[in-house]
């Protein structure tokens, strides 16, 4: 048996295997405990629903880090889970120039975060990969996000695609083990709206909380596919490889950033934001596959 075998049961022509999933519930009750870990650190992740900023969204830049000023205290950063190695470079960037600020970060599904932010989580600044989610916390709380990133999806194999995919039809093959984000996170359900375009009604044998779950599987060989955001397929390096969703089915989603209102830390909150806006977060998110606005 091998490993993947172990993990996931293979699937052949006479039926498929075991559907695994992990409840939304679950996953929000596990962020709440575990809050926001130190910088670098990650937790679940998400994706995106929406390729319109939020309503009301604003493109203006909030203020942010002034010459001279000092930046002190604890900053607390929610974003998604497709967001933790930028937003953790990021994060490490804005404590070297303020060496009495301290930056926490926590990752995971856009969905459980907008629930944590709406329940009454101390954050300063909450980043999704869904437009829709965000509505969801300036409808509660107020604010002006500001969309700082677009992302888009590519079929992702383990590397040397040993499952032999090429298309989006093949997520349909119930004799290939399948990865898919669960619908209720922004991952899944733009991964939904492609499959839909394209006249593909998948067949998943595991439906992950996060992207990065998703990623997890292949680079550990357990799936033959999935679908996953183009910059987690570079965040991968060579443990995966990216087949491009053709563009006439590809739905890119829009990264919408806020300083909450009653943010703890509201200056070092619209200087994160800032940074995000500015050239240094711009070039990480370039760097890591992101489109900017």
Do not use: W
Not at 51 to 63: E, Q, R
Not at 204 to 213: C, F, H, M, Y
Not at 256 to 276: I, N, T
Request: proline share 9%; net charge negative.
């Amino acid at each position: 048996m091998t490993g993947r075998d172990a993990a996931l049961p293979r699937r052949g022509p006479a039926g498929r295997g075991t559907l695994r999933t992990a409840p939304v519930a679950l996953l929000v009750a596990a962020l709440a405990l575990t809050g926001c870990s130190s910088t670098g650190a990650a937790a679940p992740d998400a994706g995106p629903t929406a390729a319109t900023p939020a309503p009301g969204a604003s493109t203006a830049v909030p203020p942010g880090d002034t010459p001279g000023e000092t930046l002190e205290g604890t900053l607390v950063v929610l974003a998604a889970a497709s967001l933790t190695d930028v937003v953790t470079d990021l994060a490490a960037t804005l404590e070297a120039d303020h060496p009495g600020l301290t930056v926490r970060t926590s990752f995971g599904a856009s969905s459980a975060l907008a629930t944590q932010v709406v329940s009454g989580a101390p954050a300063d600044v909450v980043v999704t990969a869904s437009p829709a989610t965000m509505t969801t916390v300036t409808d509660a709380l107020g604010g002006d996000p500001v969309v700082v990133a677009t992302n888009q999806l590519q079929i992702a194999v383990p590397a040397g695609n040993p499952g032999g995919v090429t298309t989006l039809a093949d997520l349909a093959d119930p004799a290939r083990t399948v990865a898919l984000c669960a619908a209720e996170v922004p991952c899944g359900a733009v991964g939904a709206q492609v499959l839909a375009k394209a006249g593909v009604t998948p067949a998943p044998d595991t439906l992950e909380q996060d992207v990065r779950a998703v990623l997890t599987r292949l680079r550990l060989d357990e799936a033959d596919a999935g679908l996953v955001y183009r910059t987690d397929v570079i965040a991968a390096g060579g443990a995966v490889e990216g087949i491009d969703v053709p563009a006439d089915v590809q739905v890119p989603t829009d990264y919408p950033a806020l300083a909450l209102r009653d943010a703890p830390h509201p200056r070092a909150a619209a200087a994160f934001v800032a940074l995000l806006r500015g050239p240094v977060g711009r070039q990480a998110l370039e760097d890591a596959g992101f489109d900017v606005p």
